[in-house]
Each structure stands twice: as structure tokens, then as C-alpha cells.
């Protein structure tokens, strides 16, 4: 509808109007994407492919500009990294490392491909013989939520206010209306309270760079081998909850992962990993559709 | 447990669950190709087996649910901190015969939150929030009616799934649950906590999302409360797990919310430890990068 509106009026400014299309475009996709969400799956390893593609590619790239002094490297991977040199600037890798967060999506119950779902540990020395905790110091939360309440509140309020002074300035002062808009950007964009300022040097890095109290350390991921399952259930007359049951599909310290910790460094080198080792990326795929087998068509 | 007072063993371990979706209507032994509700099966392959058949495109026959939750309590409740469970307790609304109604999604909600219950609380009469495991639910797509689509609360479902959910939620939370449906649970009290974050008011799919750039929009809103919450986490020396149902990544978010969403967490890199989503069911990790989206955000502003 609006594609035939903008068209039907002729676009006026073309650049807001394509991007507002391609937003509404976009959304409207990814509205029927996850409509057929319950819908057989298709297309997935094309989507493995974008994330191997886009997202590990990127941070291989990166690494591989990782400065040789950072790293032992062989005399080949010296050679070559002083020839990369040339083409771009050398990356710290504890600056790489820290501009990225990871965003880990679990396997789902559902079997859209097998049963799944994942035990994560997490490092609780520290805590063990930290008699630090006294309960009498425990600061309830009763007084933060409520102010917090107050501040969303008033944020939609004041939203309202400003919109009431925009429309009246407007009316009498036309011509000075473009110079309020710019000043209104220029104020939005400087309280704009959803937009944080950067982490103050005096916070160290926390359990998810540097290993400490509640860094992630391993996780075991189980699924339900369903193919298994109604085989034993035809082959015997045994009660479900004997033929039912979850097993260790993988854990986070097995190949291809080797992971002896879960921190943001691990978790890129393994993306750098997965994007060059053929043989890792299709383990990678297999246990990500839950070692169900599925293909795209 | 400075709330009961009682001693609580430390495992160092935690449940991620997501995306159950049991399907009441679902009939074994009916065809798959009917999404698993009746007919006569035309093949053998086409034969709805007893737990669900993995690419069927069937949702989860009641047992699936059943047994996995009995699993989980012969196998790991005793062994696991807290749950982290991440939304789409419903069926897909795939069956034009059966259209799906918002009542039958608070129903199920109700059901699977009370299987929860049952199986993580400690079974004390006089105080329902008191759990042996800590469960963490947050708002998927398929649980809010229509389909995608949840408005900026106080409304009618944030109320409802209050209700649902009032035995994991601190009282003290109701009305900024009431406003966002999100809220925050302290695993180990002063010291850690998990965000249970409703991601829907940031997703594309969300016709009721534009953007997270005016006052008016639910990302906005909702990115004031995660701001102020992180603030107060990091004030307090606690260190926080994020979660949620849709996965913050370009893919799902709209691009202000996206990158809004990814700065917060780069700046707030000294306290947050992760986070797990669902809804997408493939099992990986993505990546994000914070200083390119700072570096977007600005640019669109």
C-alpha cells in the first residue's frame, strides 16, 4: 500500500521515501519470515551460510590483521602477516577482542530439527570462600524500581509536551520552523537517554573478557535423537519413559569448539576457526540443526 | 536466600530452554502433511510419530513437553542454579481449521508456567516465589496474539502475563513489568542477576515497532529501562546474564534498536556476561560488534 502511495504521489524526496520503503519492506519480510516459522524449515544452511559469510568472516578478517607482536605466530604466518601489513593497518587483539559481545542462540524443544537445549557452568570459585556477602548489607530494589517507573513516565509525558510546543511554534513561526526542527534534532540526539555514554576507564573488563568470578566455562548441549526414540518405541513394548530420554549431543571443550573457556576470545577465535576449517564448519552445521540431518531442499 | 533466609547450595551451572511450542491438537499416528491434527497419514513417512518427528514442520505433541520436563527433573534439577527459559510456550498458528485465539495462548502460558512451577519450586504452602531453581521466563512471538504484534504497556497482555508469571517476578517490579515486560531476577543475590528481556518491542516483525529513535516508540521505552537497570547493576558491583526471546542481531532488530541495543551492550561490557536468545532454533552464536554500531547509530542520527 504505501509503495503504491509513494508512487501514486510521486516520490517527493526520493532518499526518504526509498529508505523509508526499504524499512517497511524489510519489516514486512521479516513479519511473514516469522510467520512461517512454524512451517518445515527451509532454507537454514543458506542462512549458516550468511552467518559463516557476514559475521565469521569479518572477525577472521580482523584477526588475521591481528599485530604479529601479539601473537606467536610461525615464521610463514610472519611473513605473511608483515606482507598483509602493507595492505592495512595492523589490530591490537585485546582492542579487537573488546569490541564485540556474543549473541548465543539456543537449539529449540520444538523439533524443527531434534529436541534441544544446553547446560551452561559458569566459574563460582571466587564466590566460594568470598565471605564478603553479609545478607544485613543487601540492598533491596523497591526505591530504584519505583524512581525507574517515574522515569518512563515522565519521558512519555515530556514527549507529549514537546510534541504540543513543536506544533504551536510551528504554527505562527513557519518560516523558523526548519531552524527548530535542526535545533530539536540537535537537542533529541544530546538527551537522548537511550543512548549510552562510553564505559569510564576505571570498570575493568568483565567475566565475559577476562576469566573471574562468573566467567562461562563450558557448556554441555543434550538433544532427544527422535529417529532414535520411535525406533525403540516400535521395537519394544517398554513404557515411554524408559525409551525417552536426552543425551550429549556435544560439549564446548570437544572438537571442533576446544574451548577451555567461553570468554569473547575464545568465542572469536572460533569464529575464525569455523570460517577457515572446512571439516569444523560442516561438525558446526551438523550439530547445529541438533544432528537431525536436515538439508536444504 | 536473604528473601527466605534459607541456605542454597551453589552448583555453577545453569538450564538454557526455548521454544517449547506444545500443540494440544497434535494427534499421533494422524499425517504430518496435515500438520500432524488429522487426516490418514498417505506414506509411512507421513505417519505423526509419539514425540514429534524432527523437519516434520509439527509443532510439539503434548508428551515431547511432558517427558522433557521429567528428564530434566530426574537428570539435572538438582545439579543447576537457575533456568533460563526463553518463550514460544504456544503453537504456531498453522492450522486454518484451528485458528489459534489469544485465550488459548494465555491458557498454555498458564499451563507450561505451572509446569515450571511444579517441577523448580521448593513446595513451600506459604510462599510461592520460593523456588529450589530460580526459572527466568521471557516473551516470545508466538505468545502474544496477533501473531508478532505487542503494544507498550500498561495494556491487557502485560497485565495478563504478570498474572502468569507472578510467582518469578519481584513484587517490587510489577509496574515497570506492567509498562515493558521485562524484569529483572537476582540468581545470587548482591551478586548476580539475569535480565529477562522482551525483545519483541525492538523486532521488526512487530508492526507496532518503528524504530527505537521517539519517545512514544516501545523499543525507546524499553532501552530506557535497560539503561537504568545496567546502571544500577554496575553501581551495585553485580554482573548480569541478558535474555530474551527474539536474538539481538541485525537480522531481527529493527537498525536504530539494533544498534542502540549493541551499544549498551559494549558499554556495559564490565557487567554483562552474555546473552541467550531463542526463536531461531538453529543452535550458533553471532558475533557483535560495538564499535560499529556506534559508529551507525551516529551516522543515522
Given at each position: 500500500e504505501q509503495y503504491s502511495r509513494v508512487q501514486e504521489e510521486g516520490a517527493t524526496d526520493n532518499g526518504n521515501d526509498e529508505n523509508d520503503l526499504n524499512r517497511i519492506s524489510d519489516h514486512a519480510m521479516a513479519a511473514s519470515e516469522a510467520h512461517i516459522m512454524g512451517a518445515k524449515p527451509s532454507n537454514k544452511e543458506a542462512y549458516m551460510g550468511t552467518v559463516r559469510d557476514t559475521h565469521y568472516r569479518k572477525v577472521w578478517n580482523k584477526l588475521e590483521r591481528v599485530?604479529?607482536?601479539d601473537v606467536e605466530g610461525d615464521e610463514m604466518k610472519k611473513d605473511k602477516r608483515k606482507k598483509d601489513r602493507k595492505k592495512k593497518k595492523p589490530i591490537n587483539k585485546e582492542e579487537l577482542i573488546e569490541r564485540y559481545s556474543i549473541v548465543n542462540i539456543g537449539g529449540s524443544v520444538i523439533p524443527t530439527f531434534n529436541p534441544a537445549f544446553r547446560i551452561w557452568e559458569y566459574n563460582i570459585s571466587a564466590i566460594a570462600n568470598d565471605s564478603g556477602f553479609v545478607a544485613e548489607e543487601y540492598k533491596p530494589w523497591d526505591e530504584f524500581f519505583e524512581s525507574l517507573d517515574k522515569v518512563m513516565e515522565d519521558s512519555l509525558l515530556e514527549d507529549s509536551l514537546s510534541e504540543n510546543e513543536m506544533s504551536s511554534s510551528n504554527n505562527h513561526l513557519e518560516i523558523n520552523s526548519r531552524k527548530a526542527e535542526k535545533r530539536k534534532n540537535k537537542k533529541n540526539k544530546k538527551d537522548d537517554k537511550t543512548i549510552p555514554i562510553e564505559m569510564p576507564d576505571k570498570y575493568k573488563l568483565g567475566p565475559a573478557y577476562v576469566p573471574q568470578l562468573f566467567t562461562p566455562t563450558r557448556f554441555v548441549q543434550f538433544y532427544a535423537d527422535l529417529e532414535k526414540i520411535d525406533q525403540a518405541l516400535h521395537n519394544s513394548l517398554a513404557e515411554s519413559k524408559d525409551v525417552f530420554k536426552y543425551e550429549v549431543e556435544y560439549t564446548s571443550d570437544e572438537k571442533p569448539y576446544s574451548m577451555d573457556s567461553l570468554t569473547v576470545g575464545n568465542y572469536l577465535d572460533l569464529a575464525g576457526r569455523l570460517y577457515e576449517d572446512k571439516d569444523a564448519w560442516e561438525q558446526y552445521v551438523e550439530w547445529s540443526f541438533a544432528s537431525s540431518g536436515y538439508k536444504d531442499d | 536466600d536473604v528473601r527466605t533466609g534459607k541456605e542454597r547450595i551453589l552448583h555453577g551451572r545453569f538450564l538454557h530452554i526455548t521454544d517449547i511450542h506444545p500443540d494440544p491438537y497434535y494427534v499421533e499416528g494422524s499425517s504430518i502433511d496435515a500438520v500432524c491434527h488429522t487426516g490418514k497419514p498417505s506414506k509411512k513417512k507421513d505417519i505423526a510419530p509419539k514425540f514429534g518427528k524432527a523437519m516434520s514442520g509439527c509443532d510439539s505433541p503434548v508428551v515431547l513437553m511432558e517427558e522433557t520436563l521429567r528428564w530434566v527433573k530426574e537428570n539435572l534439577r538438582d545439579k543447576i542454579d537457575f533456568v533460563i527459559w526463553t518463550g514460544d510456550n504456544v503453537r504456531h498458528d498453522n492450522d486454518r481449521k484451528d485458528p489459534r485465539t489469544e485465550a488459548q495462548i494465555f491458557d498454555m502460558n498458564n499451563i507450561v508456567a505451572d509446569k515450571m512451577t511444579e517441577l523448580f519450586?521448593?513446595?513451600?504452602e506459604e510462599d510461592p516465589?520460593?523456588?529450589?531453581v530460580s526459572v527466568i521466563p521471557s516473551l516470545g512471538n508466538n505468545d502474544v496474539f496477533p501473531h508478532n504484534m505487542f503494544a507498550l504497556g500498561p495494556t491487557l497482555q502485560t497485565r495478563e502475563y504478570y498474572r502468569i508469571w507472578k510467582n518469578f517476578?519481584?513484587?517490587?517490579?510489577q509496574r515497570t513489568f506492567d509498562r515493558s515486560a521485562s524484569y529483572l531476577a537476582e540468581v545470587i543475590p548482591g551478586k548476580l542477576a539475569v535480565l529477562s528481556i522482551n525483545t519483541l518491542y525492538m523486532?521488526?516483525?512487530?508492526?507496532?515497532?518503528?524504530?527505537?529513535?521517539?519517545?512514544?516508540?516501545p523499543g525507546y521505552q524499553l532501552l530506557l529501562w535497560f539503561g537504568s537497570v545496567l546502571e544500577e547493576l554496575r553501581s551495585r558491583g553485580m554482573k548480569v546474564w541478558l535474555s530474551g526471546h527474539v536474538p539481538p542481531i541485525a537480522k531481527n532488530f529493527d537498525q536504530s534498536c539494533y544498534d542502540k541495543f549493541t551499544l549498551w551492550t559494549h558499554e556495559y561490557r564490565d557487567i554483562i556476561i552474555g546473552g541467550l536468545y531463542g526463536h531461531m532454533n538453529i543452535d550458533h552464536f553471532i558475533p557483535t560488534d560495538g564499535k560499529k554500531a556506534r559508529k551507525s547509530l551516529f551516522k543515522n542520527l
Open positions: 599485530d604479529v607482536e | 519450586s521448593a513446595g513451600n516465589r520460593d523456588f529450589d517476578i519481584p513484587q517490587q517490579q523486532f521488526k516483525a512487530n508492526p507496532l515497532v518503528d524504530n527505537c529513535n521517539s519517545r512514544k516508540e
